[in-house]
């Protein structure tokens, strides 16, 4: 009886050994707060930052409710957080948690609803590439990576956690994240965008001019997911079905544009 209990309570100290980093770590990324603590709202975003000047914060997370009312995905009932990190050790101290690659220029994890965004990393891409070419990754723009990772969030609020192609659910939250600005820019039709996509030059500045590279790949997937939603008039569910194929839709788009 006397070893039953020990040995009990030798299992209950191991487990609390165990536990404590999981709870911690759990509670970092639930609670990225605690190392990320200013807040602004705007609209349907609360945006959480670590170090930059309240006035661009607030213009940022403005920037970003736009993006995503624009969408036409955004509900206007809930707010969703974003962690915008400045400071490149915290954030790569989040990425080590997650288990994302640090140059990961944001994520999301939406089993807790949580988006975070390094700021230097977005800046740096920017940098790189002339800000070039615009509704890129390449734009630089933190609030295009913020709506973009919260695009993320959406699709899985709205469909649930189901696996989706890679061309779908990068597609799906460049479209979230780009397409009010896109209506609202008559040089950023469908059919110059594809032009962009195929022009290499348009790429060169970056590691991009190949066309497997992982920001040309998100591009053209912006363009399909606009195509079906757009032109097509699909909902997120018609695209979310497993008989509308990347080939498919990429033949459908040449052969609409085509004449244009
Ligand atoms: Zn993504």
Redesign the pocket.
Known sequence: MRQTRSRRRWLIGIGALVMAPLVGWIGVLAFPQVVCHHQVRAGVIRLYYDDMPEAAARALAQAVDHRLRASGFADSAKTVRAFLFQRPAAYGWITRLSGVPREAQGFNLSLIGNTFVSGPRVAALGEQSGRRPRYSVWEGDPAHTIA??VG?QYVVDRIGRRALPQWK??GL?EYMANIGLIRADSTAGLVSRLGVFDDDQAWSATRGSARNGWDRIHYEAGLLVEFLMDVRGHTLTDIAADSVTQEGTRTALRAWAEPR
């Open positions: 973009h990772e993320h659910r990068e939250a």
